[in-house]
């Protein structure tokens, strides 16, 4: 079974329903809640996440999404390391570094599931879009 970083920006398609990448979002998440895939966040990921969903909901309510999203991903370490390398990094975006090096270090993470696949060109590991995810996992 896959072991996949899934990226701030797929949760928040599916979550906010962002037309036409919801789409996407739902199968990748959705495989993850049938164990089909092994689906993991970071902190930041879920800080930012929080933080984006509370502008249209309540506290309350985004806590409940959150620990729904908890019930079928698992959180990846952020330590020292990760961040000393992120900082160290040629990525131009450090929040991505931070997601990049933390799914590296796990020894686990097989792809990064992100819109944002520009930013991941220095990574070691594979990377694809939710779309280009979906089709190749469809195809099999």
């Given at each position: 079974m896959k072991n996949i970083l899934?990226?701030?920006?797929?949760?928040?398609?599916?979550?906010?329903?962002?037309?036409?990448?919801?789409?996407?979002?739902?199968?990748?998440?959705?495989?993850?809640?049938?164990?089909k895939l092994n689906g993991f966040i970071t902190p930041v990921i879920i800080s930012n996440v929080y933080?984006?969903?509370?502008?249209?909901?309540?506290?309350?309510?985004?806590?409940?999404?959150?620990?729904?999203l908890l019930?079928?991903?698992d959180i990846l370490i952020i330590d020292k390391q990760v961040i000393?390398?992120?900082?160290?990094?040629?990525?131009?975006d450090f929040e991505?570094?931070?997601?990049?090096?933390?799914?590296e270090d796990s020894g686990i993470i097989d792809i990064?599931?992100?819109?944002?696949t520009k930013d991941y060109q220095k990574s070691e590991?594979?990377?694809m879009t939710p779309e280009m995810f979906s089709k190749m996992s469809i195809l099999k």
């Open positions: 899934i990226d701030s920006d797929v949760i928040l398609d599916f979550f906010f329903d962002r037309q036409p990448f919801s789409k996407y979002s739902t199968y990748v998440l959705g495989q993850c809640e049938l164990k933080y984006l969903l509370t502008k249209n909901a309540t506290h309350r309510r985004v806590i409940k999404k959150l620990n729904q019930t079928f991903t000393l390398k992120s900082m160290n990094s040629g990525f131009n991505d570094a931070l997601q990049n090096y933390a799914s990064i599931i992100t819109r944002n590991l594979s990377v």
